[in-house]
């Protein structure tokens, strides 16, 4: 398949941007062209396309499967697996969002939590303040997790309207 300059550049910054995310560059040029074809591709056709190998689009599909972001859809007539992404960018925010949450923020607090607890009770502090921090470090990631919790359960559309919102609440605060 032949790709626009345009899609090209797309999908080349998107696995760069990728692999600055923690995300493998092939496994994110994946995800691009998906999103940007639109519709159901076949594993060599994604391969054939990025010029990468077969073995890399299989282990990258599978990675974007299990991130929920990828999934299997069966074309009349042809056995082979095809297999598309999320249309809508607001719903693929929602799902990272909650993979991210589940893979990073949880593990980290649950982390934190144990450190703030045992500073407070720790018979020597390795600093003056060090139990302070920790819990304003703890403090300040579970206020986020529940704004990130709260934004993952809106609606693709009433997560976008918050968003347009923004301007309006900062305007407020300020």
């Not at 074309?75 to 607001?90: C, I, K, M, P, S």
């Not at 593990?107 to 819990?135: N, Q």
């Not at 986020?144 to 609606?155: F, I, N, P, T, V």
Request: hydrophobic residues 45%.
């Amino acid at each position: 398949m032949k790709l626009n300059p345009p899609v090209q550049k797309f999908i080349v910054h998107w696995g760069e941007m990728g692999a600055k995310w923690g995300i493998n560059r092939s496994v994110a040029q994946i995800h691009a062209l998906l999103y940007i074809m639109g519709r159901p591709l076949a594993a060599d056709e994604i391969a054939e396309t990025l010029e990468i190998a077969r073995s890399n689009v299989s282990t990258g599909l599978r990675e974007l499967q299990g991130w929920g972001l990828v999934k299997v859809a069966h074309q009349l007539g042809d056995r082979r697996d095809h297999f598309e992404t999320l249309a809508d960018v607001w719903e693929t925010f929602r799902v990272i969002l909650r993979e991210r949450k589940r893979r990073e923020v949880e593990p980290t607090l649950e982390v934190l939590r144990d450190c703030a607890a045992e500073a407070k009770t720790a018979p020597t502090p390795s600093s003056p303040d060090a139990a302070e921090r920790l819990a304003a470090m703890l403090e300040f990631l579970e206020l986020a997790d529940g704004w990130g919790e709260r934004a993952a359960k809106l609606s693709p559309q009433n997560l976008r309207r918050l968003s347009k919102l923004g301007d309006s609440i900062f305007r407020l605060v300020e």
